[in-house]
């Protein structure tokens, strides 16, 4: 529904409000690094050998898998009941 | 296909096992690293609201005429029943959070029946990723 917080000491909200920015400004630079880090592993896993620079590797294995499959389907059209 | 083929060393029959493997590896650790980039977001949002909470807790300071919550609630003697200082000099219990703007009268409503209208409400709209929330500080005599 939503959320509740402990309420810090009354002196101290001063203090308090600066850790949360600290903490927040932390979080942030650690979520633009993981997503940085993942786009970059993505594009590292995608990426083929440097002579076909430009060609998406996951692409390549999608139509190899629709061939085989296609080649499947047919020889097993071939089969007898 | 066939560069891809050398490069794994497999041959053509063993390439569709290779390929199906390497394919769930990397879609394993895709999503690993997703949830963790949510988690991280979620724990950003809540961060927020806790700022939001903390600034409105002050703003609110001066209007409640530095009315101050109970200490004794939180102090591990008072749980044992010992008579604590601060509690005597207080009984006023301050619960704090965030809702959304839609769920804040129906919990208005819920509060005022449950303390027979005992309890003050004092609440601050503000943004986040643009869904409009509520911070409150429900203030009541225990």
Redesign the interface.
């Known amino acids: 529904?939503?959320?509740?917080?402990d309420?810090?000491d009354?002196d101290s909200?001063?203090s308090?409000?600066k850790d949360?920015?600290i903490?927040?400004a932390k979080?942030?630079s650690?979520?633009d690094t993981?997503?940085r880090?993942?786009k970059e592993?993505?594009y590292a896993?995608n990426a083929?050998?440097a002579?076909?620079d430009g060609v998406s590797?996951?692409e390549?294995?999608k139509?190899?898998?629709a061939k085989?499959r296609a080649i499947y389907n047919a020889l097993n059209l071939l089969k007898l009941h | 296909?066939s560069?891809?083929e050398l490069?794994k060393k497999k041959g053509h029959d063993l390439?569709?096992d290779t390929?199906e493997q390497e394919?769930r590896e990397?879609e394993t650790?895709?999503f690993q690293?997703?949830d963790?980039?949510e988690e991280?977001?979620k724990?950003?949002k809540?961060?927020?609201?806790?700022?939001e909470?903390?600034?409105f807790?002050?703003e609110m300071?001066h209007n409640l005429d530095g009315a101050?919550?109970s200490k004794g609630v939180r102090d591990p003697e008072n749980a044992l029943g010992l008579v604590n200082q601060d509690a005597v000099e207080s009984s006023l219990q301050?619960?704090?959070?965030?809702?959304?703007h839609e769920?804040m009268e129906r919990?208005k409503r819920m509060l005022f029946r449950f303390t027979r209208g005992r309890a003050l409400t004092h609440c601050k709209s503000y943004e986040q990723d643009g869904v409009t929330k509520v911070a409150y500080l429900v203030v009541f005599s225990a």
């Open positions: 529904m939503g959320n509740s917080f309420i810090p009354m909200l001063a308090v409000k949360i920015d903490k927040i979080s942030y650690l979520h993981s997503v880090q993942l592993y993505l896993t083929t050998s002579r076909m590797k996951l390549i294995y139509c190899f898998v085989e | 296909m560069s891809i490069g390439l569709f390929i394919v990397v650790f895709v690293a997703s963790t980039i991280i977001s724990s950003i809540k961060l927020e609201d806790y700022k909470v903390v600034k807790i002050s300071m101050q919550p301050f619960i704090a959070g965030t809702v959304k769920e919990m």
